[in-house]
């Protein structure tokens, strides 16, 4: 089992290896073309190597740390975990809301909602989409939702890979037989030489 899961894990850095090798990466955060270039290469060695991408990932964690949990409060707790755990914000203050809606919820049923609990669950969900219609989220946007999350991870680790690359780059500098050398633009690097 042990040698299975290695071979699946070589197979996959390979996968990945393989793109990194094909397609040109331009080290450039600020440059939108740049950043959109990034995250594709990044979403085809996710779709070739079988990766999750940064909403399936979440939705993955939701799923198996939730799946044994009775209860909404319970459920709604382990998100707010779950949230914190990842470093995402709640910029909108949408947590709260949802904590008010079930607190609503359960003061109408008066007892703790189950999530078994079919017409309980129906009116919590009526409330949820009260707070995203408040909010100006729409079920149908969740597509651009995570394409504007990947393209803000894309951009993250564009200005990560610019960081080392500087670093490296003077580090290298102050070595001797470097010291008369022009450093490059990190914009010129082309990844694909230093796999």
Same mark, same amino acid.
């Given at each position: 089992?042990?040698?299975?899961?290695?071979?699946?894990?070589?197979?996959?850095?390979?996968?990945?290896?393989?793109?990194?090798?094909?397609?040109?990466?331009?080290?450039?955060?600020?440059?939108?073309?740049?950043?959109?270039?990034?995250?594709?290469?990044?979403?085809?060695?996710?779709?070739?190597?079988?990766?999750?991408?940064?909403?399936?990932?979440?939705?993955?964690?939701?799923?198996?740390?939730?799946?044994?949990?009775?209860?909404?409060?319970?459920?709604?707790?382990?998100?707010?975990?779950?949230?914190?755990?990842?470093?995402?914000?709640?910029?909108?203050?949408? *947590? +709260?809301?949802?904590?008010?809606?079930?607190?609503?919820?359960?003061? =109408? $049923? &008066? @007892?703790?909602? #189950?999530?078994?609990?079919?017409?309980?669950?129906?009116?919590?969900?009526?409330?949820?989409?009260?707070?995203?219609?408040?909010?100006?989220?729409?079920?149908?946007?969740?597509?651009?939702?995570? *394409? +504007?999350?990947?393209?803000?991870?894309?951009?993250?680790?564009?200005? =990560? $890979? &610019? @960081?080392?690359? #500087?670093?490296?780059?003077?580090?290298?500098?102050?070595?001797?037989?470097?010291?008369?050398?022009?450093?490059?633009?990190?914009?010129?690097?082309?990844?694909?030489?230093?796999?």
């Amino acid at each position: 089992m042990l040698k299975n899961i290695f071979i699946e894990v070589k197979r996959k850095f390979e996968t990945a290896l393989g793109i990194l090798k094909k397609e040109k990466i331009t080290i450039d955060p600020e440059d939108p073309a740049a950043v959109a270039q990034y995250a594709k290469v990044m979403k085809t060695i996710r779709e070739k190597a079988d990766l999750f991408s940064e909403s399936q990932r979440i939705k993955y964690t939701i799923d198996t740390r939730t799946k044994d949990i009775p209860d909404a409060r319970a459920y709604l707790t382990t998100l707010r975990e779950i949230r914190i755990k990842r470093g995402l914000t709640d910029e909108l203050g949408a *947590e +709260a809301m949802m904590f008010d809606a079930l607190d609503k919820v359960e003061k =109408e $049923l &008066k @007892k703790p909602l #189950l999530r078994n609990d079919k017409k309980g669950m129906a009116l919590l969900m009526a409330e949820f989409d009260k707070i995203n219609a408040k909010l100006g989220i729409r079920r149908q946007d969740l597509p651009k939702y995570e *394409e +504007a999350l990947e393209q803000k991870i894309s951009k993250a680790q564009l200005e =990560e $890979l &610019k @960081k080392d690359a #500087l670093e490296a780059m003077e580090t290298q500098k102050k070595r001797e037989e470097f010291k008369d050398e022009e450093m490059p633009s990190v914009k010129s690097l082309d990844l694909r030489n230093f796999i």
